[in-house]
């Protein structure tokens, strides 16, 4: 069910809010990537620091394979389409406005999204107020699913308040999520092994109902688990709790 324009910048300010957080030290970048989830549904995210000594990037929080995490450190910066997506001038890069000509010539596509199904998404460059590179939000996401017009829009209206955040956050290790959750998915998740129920979950995690339901709809399915008892019982199994 796609969500109204009031949802998704509602979901705005809770991001804009885990990311001022996340400068002043209060939260981690992983929340800043939870409530990002509420702007747009994902399959794996991340917020990668530019290290202009090594000439690398370095992953503060994020949800991709191990393979895919080390080629956006370590390659991405080489990439043909990197270019493209570096210009201060421009908004975030959503794979379906990117050229055939640049994804046949990328190896981040060819080489790595592609071969884990990833269909849309965006790779959006992080500059400092001082026009400096400070890193860059990636996006992916499976199957045919698009973001909303205004989701689009947040992500770049929001770039200023990540770019600090990703500044000044300090880099932890950050584990994989469990049967290819996205952060949200994993807090939903957590709830439903205390029996909660739609509108309970909705209320601890401020949001709304319907969005819950939706989160549960992917999760069952991410998981291949026929309904939410199920689900509670691989995420007892897996330690994930309220």
């Known amino acids: 069910m796609e969500r109204g324009a009031a949802d998704i910048l509602d979901a705005a300010v809770h991001v804009r809010a885990a990311a001022r957080s996340a400068t002043a030290g209060a939260l981690g970048l992983d929340a800043v990537l939870t409530a990002l989830s509420d702007v747009m549904e994902y399959d794996h995210a991340s917020l990668a620091r530019w290290d202009p000594r090594r000439k690398c990037h370095t992953t503060l929080a994020g949800s991709y394979p191990a393979d895919a995490t080390a080629y956006i450190e ?39 999204l592609s071969p884990l199904g990833i269909e849309g998404g965006v790779a ?4 400092a107020a001082d026009g400096r590179y ?20 947040v992500v770049t209206l929001l ?3 990540l770019a600090a955040a990703l500044a000044a956050a300090v880099p932890a290790a950050h584990p994989r999520r469990p049967g290819g959750l996205s952060p949200r998915e994993v807090e939903v998740l957590a709830e439903l092994t205390a029996g909660r129920t739609n509108r ?11 969005t819950v339901g939706t989160h549960i709809e ?8 026929p309904n939410r ?14």
Request: proline content about 10%.
């Open 218 to 225: 992917h999760i069952l399915a991410k998981l291949d688990v």
């Open 200 to 210: 309970e979950i909705a209320e601890r995690l401020y949001i709304t109902p319907r």
């Open 229 to 242: 008892a199920a689900a509670a019982a691989r995420a007892a199994a897996w330690g994930v709790v309220s």
């Open 74 to 112: 370590t390659r991405l910066h080489r990439d043909p389409v990197f270019p493209v997506l570096r210009s201060p001038a421009r908004g975030g890069l959503w794979l379906g406005d990117v050229p055939p000509h640049l994804l046949a010539a990328s190896p981040g596509f060819q080489e790595v």
């Open 159 to 161: 770039t200023e308040t």
């Open 134 to 153: 400070v890193g860059m939000l990636n996006v992916s996401t499976r199957g045919p699913r698009r973001a909303p017009g205004p989701a689009r829009a």
């Open 124 to 127: 959006q460059c992080l500059f």
